[in-house]
């Protein structure tokens, strides 16, 4: 088992900036993939950004990019997404994933393991 931890949602102005935090636990998780996803309400939960625990491989959604970077602490177990320049349509419950196989994907369905989610609400 994996358990997985996000923290850093809160509330936000337009232009502002948040970062979040999963941290993992459990089996060795080395060779995952990790995802983070949002799915605001009444909407798909939809992918975000993608890394692998070296952090050589990245990859982020075409709506955030240049906004938001993800990263990962392999020391602190932990993967990042800032978010800067933070709009309204950010506003979403954020998730943190990891899939076994280690390859990138964007699927929900292709992720093994979830967090509980963190809101972040962009409002002014």
């Known amino acids: 088992q994996v358990q997985l931890v996000e923290s850093g949602g809160g509330l936000v102005q337009p232009g502002g900036s948040l970062r979040l935090s999963c941290a993992a636990s459990?089996?060795?998780?080395?060779?995952?993939?990790m995802g983070w996803f949002r799915q605001a309400p009444g909407k798909e939960r939809d992918f975000v950004a993608g890394?692998?625990?070296?952090?050589?491989?990245?990859y982020s959604d075409d709506s955030v990019k240049g906004r938001f970077t993800i990263s990962a602490d392999g020391v602190k177990n932990t993967i990042y997404l800032q978010m800067n320049s933070l709009k309204p349509e950010d506003t979403a419950v954020y998730y943190c994933?990891?899939?076994?196989?280690?390859?990138?994907?964007?699927?929900?369905?292709?992720?093994?393991?979830w967090g509980q989610g963190t809101q972040v609400t962009v409002s002014s």
């Open positions: 994933a990891a899939r076994l196989s280690g390859l990138p994907a964007r699927a929900r369905y292709e992720y093994d393991y």
């Open positions: 459990g089996r060795t998780f080395g060779r995952y993939y």
């Open positions: 890394i692998t625990w070296s952090g050589g491989s990245t």
